[in-house]
């Protein structure tokens, strides 16, 4: 087999492969004899039609499937042979002339680029650092304490206030006419949790049982609700009863109520404190790794593979037609999804997988074993039974190579760390934990 390989713009080249056609037609001819033994045709027993009249009906099909087996083998063999790393699926034609007793193909392909990768020591990279507070604890706690409050009815003298769980009947209507969820009876929430819009919320606070009350009310632009945001309302709402919350007392039977071994206050504390410090880290993790990224793709050149960039779109558009047909889209799959509207982030995705791989590559940064078993048990820790999470990590290659991603990321994101120009930043928690 003979093969020139032609540069045609920078990374896409072009391979001139030949096969010679006996040996194409040797396979086609086997094929077709081991067809015979076992295709079933009316008038014939099986293992009994003539190899003419097989060669009649499937020829055209096996020929087919040899030209695409035979050239996909030259192919790789090829680009193996010239050590080519193809990047995507090459495109391959047949030429019209070929020299006599064989047949000749193009095929268009890109190659994966050299990446360079400039000095890391001149990276500068702002790392974040955050402590869990006591102040912190504290709020967990009260949103514990939340999640098991109790409620009684307050005295029908008593006023809706901040905290309290009330029961409505409402009715909202725009030019006259009620709207679409705009009304119901029976409803419940608790006043200053924010399910509510504020305008509502204020009208009710302050209101006692039996009490009604009409008021305006403004739907904001980027309201949900796409038929009222925007619109201007007028509601009406009946208080039918009003209750107040009872927490529960932070004690040892708190403590127990919510697993703790010693069920004590000081224990329930300290398990607090270290699955706080755990989502901390992983929230840290997760903003110096963009941090280091970014400053990685700062220092390197190369060409972007377009096969591989409409790989990733093609991959992002599915998943996008994905969530429309989760959320109820009618016919998701036909929906014009544009390619440009996902093309930097496809692009950035590439490219920053491209230079990652090279650094791991170049410098060992593969992850061990024992490192994606640490992180796992790290994942594990925070769930009743760890040992059954671990197990379930490990019982699928595909969550395993999630896992190992991960990791790999990780050890980039620290190898750079060590050479570059380091600038920690203090934030505080509750920043920290307000970016999702």
């Known amino acids: 087999m003979a093969v020139t390989v032609e540069t045609l713009e920078k990374l896409e080249r072009k391979m001139t492969l030949t096969l ?12 077709l004899k081991r067809l015979a033994r076992t295709v079933k045709m009316d008038g014939f027993r099986p293992g009994k039609v003539p190899m003419n ?31 080519l790393r193809v990047a995507g699926q090459p495109r391959i034609t ?27 020591a001149t990276a500068e990279v702002s790392r974040q650092k955050a402590e869990v507070t006591e102040s912190a604890i504290d709020r967990t706690i009260d949103v514990l304490r939340k999640q098991r409050r109790t409620f009684a009815q307050r005295p029908a003298e008593a006023a809706a206030q901040d905290g309290d769980r009330v029961t409505v009947d409402f009715e909202g209507k725009i030019d006259g006419e009620t709207f679409s969820g705009g009304k119901a009876d029976d409803f419940q929430f608790i006043v200053g949790d924010g399910q509510m819009l504020k305008e509502f919320e204020d009208a009710v606070r302050g209101m006692k049982s039996g009490e009604s009350k009409t008021f305006p009310l403004a739907f904001p632009a980027d309201y949900h609700g796409k038929d009222v945001a925007g619109k201007s309302a007028d509601f009406m709402v009946t208080v039918k009863k009003i209750e107040a919350a009872n ?52 220092k390197a050149e190369l060409d972007l593979p377009n096969a591989i960039v409409q790989s990733e779109l093609n991959r992002m558009v599915e998943a996008a037609r994905a969530d429309l047909k989760q959320r109820g889209i009618k016919d998701a799959d036909k929906v014009p999804v544009p390619d440009d509207m996902f093309r930097p982030q496809a692009e950035r995705r590439v490219r ?45 290659n595909q969550r395993l190579a999630e896992v190992e991603a991960i990791v790999i990321e990780n050890n980039v994101t620290d190898y750079v760390l060590g050479l570059a120009k380091v600038v920690d930043k203090d934030v505080s928690f509750d920043e920290l934990m307000g970016q999702q």
């Open 53 to 83: 009249v097989v060669a009649q009906r499937y020829g055209y099909s096996v020929h087919y499937e040899v030209m695409n087996d035979k050239v996909g083998e030259a192919f790789a063999t090829a680009a193996n042979e010239a050590k």
């Open 94 to 120: 047949e030429k019209e002339t070929a020299p006599e007793g064989e047949m000749a193909f193009d095929a268009v392909f890109e190659v994966y680029p050299e990446v360079t990768i400039g000095d890391l």
């Open 20 to 31: 010679p056609v006996n040996v194409i037609q040797s396979e086609v001819d086997s094929r």
């Open 247 to 298: 927490l529960p007392e932070v004690d040892e039977a708190f403590a127990k109520s919510l697993g703790i071994p010693d069920a004590s206050v000081e224990a329930l504390r300290g398990d607090i404190k270290k699955n706080l410090e755990r989502e901390v880290k992983f929230r840290l993790q997760a903003r110096n790794k963009q941090a280091v990224m970014d400053a990685l793709m700062s």
């Open 352 to 396: 920053l997988g491209l230079v990652a791989a090279e650094l791991v590559r170049t410098q060992n940064l593969q992850a061990k074993p024992e490192q994606i078993k640490a992180h796992i048990e790290e994942l594990a820790a925070s769930y009743e039974k760890p040992a059954e999470v671990t197990r379930w990590y490990y019982s699928d």
